[in-house]
């Protein structure tokens, strides 16, 4: 056969990329996350934003500006979701932030604030894909992998929310746009812990609770006081 000869008969069908690495069960689960075709850009539609609108009291001053390795927070986190390329990136705070980029929509937060949970309604009703990606601004060692690990966990109609042991991690999780009325309702009951409002959004079957291995608990670790920056 000559090199260049082509390398298939007739009859004989070539095994898709994607099925072969299916097929290894004994790959790392990270590792199918990351060489599937990118669920942030074929297949699932994901929106993304950064969250920004919390008060920083035990930090002292506003958290998007802080240096943290020579770079201010909303940089790096930005920088993080822009390397996902979602379908478009917004960024959650109270007032329009001077930092934004053009190419970046700002939500503000729906009166009256309720923490994360006004922000989290606003952006899911300005969205216009099917899911929204949530990251905090303070959470600078969060990883692009693990992040792509997510949203190749969506399923339709259904987002993912991390899970440190019985404690959820609802700042750096996916959501339906589905769960928008229940965001709402939220909104205006008594109570407005993101924590009860995803237990039941599990529950319902909006969210599916992925547990964090040990190893990846540090990508969610907040800055909160100024002797986190040294950590």
Known sequence: MLLDEPR??????????????????????????????????????????????????????????????????????????YKLQPEEILVSARTDPAWRPSDVTFVADE??????????????????SSYLLVLAIDMPSM?????????????????????????????AAIYPVEARIDFINACSGLDFSMQTLTNQLVEMGRLRAIQVSEEEQLFYRNLNEPDDLNA
């Open 8 to 81: 298939h008969r007739a009859g004989r069908r070539r095994v898709p990329e994607r099925a072969r690495w299916v097929a290894r069960e004994d790959a790392d689960e990270w590792k199918i996350a990351f060489f599937r075709e990118d669920s942030c850009r074929r297949g699932m539609n994901i929106s993304a934003v950064l969250l920004t609108g919390g008060q920083s009291r035990r930090m002292g001053r506003d958290k998007a500006t802080i240096l943290f390795r020579g770079k201010p927070l909303w940089e790096i986190q930005l920088d993080l979701l």
């Open 111 to 128: 009166p009256p604030s309720r923490g994360p949970l006004s922000g989290l309604t606003a952006t899911l009703a300005r969205i216009r």
């Open 143 to 171: 990883k692009e992998v693990h992040l792509r690990y997510l949203c190749d966990r969506v399923e339709p109609g259904r987002g993912v929310l991390p899970m440190i042991g019985t404690r959820a991690e609802p700042l």
